[in-house]
């Protein structure tokens, strides 16, 4: 299974980004996916949870702003994220089970 994360980039506070997770060698229809992310001298956080069916679940730091979906048709999946703070500066990854990619940096900045 490979896990290709992409798109993330410069924003300024409250503006939004879309990144993606493109991937190989598994089903993302029949699989539930998890968003983390590492900022800057934390630790790993759990950004949050797609489940097979399509519902998704948030932590609460994200909760309202972030949107999780998928394009069962492309095998990818995407975080949509909006209303950007500087906390939310950080390298985000897509995983499945103990498969990760290998992040992509967001850095919200004036």
């Known amino acids: 299974v490979q896990l290709q994360a992409s798109g993330g980039g410069l924003v300024q506070p409250g503006g939004s980004l879309r990144v993606s997770c493109v991937v190989s060698?598994?089903?993302?229809?029949?699989?539930?996916m998890d968003w983390y992310r590492r900022a800057p001298g934390k630790d790993l956080e759990f950004v949050g949870f797609?489940?097979?069916?399509?519902?998704?679940n948030y932590a609460d730091s994200v909760k309202g702003r972030f949107t999780i979906s998928r394009n069962d048709a492309k095998n990818t999946l995407y975080l949509q994220m909006s209303n950007l703070r500087p906390e939310d500066t950080a390298v985000y990854y897509c995983?499945?089970?103990?498969?990760w990619g290998q992040g992509t940096q967001v850095t919200v900045s004036s």
């Open positions: 060698g598994m089903d993302v229809s029949r699989n539930g």
């Open positions: 995983t499945w089970r103990d498969n």
């Open positions: 797609i489940r097979p069916d399509g519902v998704a």
